[in-house]
Nanobody, 120 residues
Framework: QVQLVESGGGLVQAGGSLRLSCAVS????????MGWFRQAPGKEREYVAA????????FYTRSVKGRYTISRDNAKNTVYLQMNTLKPEDTAVYYC?????????????WGQGTQVTVSS
């Protein structure tokens, strides 16, 4: 059974930074594309960033491009999301997911989520 565990969320002031981590166990990490999603209260889940199996290709939603960086360490079975210049509108529960490719509908495994709160 593939398990994903996120960490690194918290409370930060606007303009600050956080780095989320997602450790994957129970599967062959290098076979999965990895993605980060977020969901704010009262809003639909949003696809934030993704990285392919090798790490050679990344995707970012427009609102985070230039501020967020997704990366992966296949030796550590971990994917990261470095978030800089955070804004109050980045406040959400962030979820990592593992899937067959970076298509939003292809993710089969999900973490429990980690809260990110950005104060103004």
């Amino acid at each position: 059974q593939v398990q994903l565990v996120e960490s690194g969320g918290g409370l930060v002031q606007a303009g600050g930074s956080l780095r989320l981590s997602c450790a994957v166990s129970g599967g062959t990490f290098s076979r999965y594309a990895m993605g980060w999603f977020r969901q704010a209260p009262g809003k639909e889940r949003e696809y934030v960033a993704a990285i392919n199996r090798s790490g050679s290709s990344t995707f970012y939603t427009r609102s985070v491009k230039g501020r967020y960086t997704i990366s992966r360490d296949n030796a550590k079975n971990t994917v990261y999301l470095q978030m800089n210049t955070l804004k109050p509108e980045d406040t959400a529960v962030y979820y990592c997911a593992a899937g067959r490719d970076v298509t939003p509908s292809s993710y089969d495994y999900w973490g429990q989520g980690t809260q990110v709160t950005v104060s103004s």
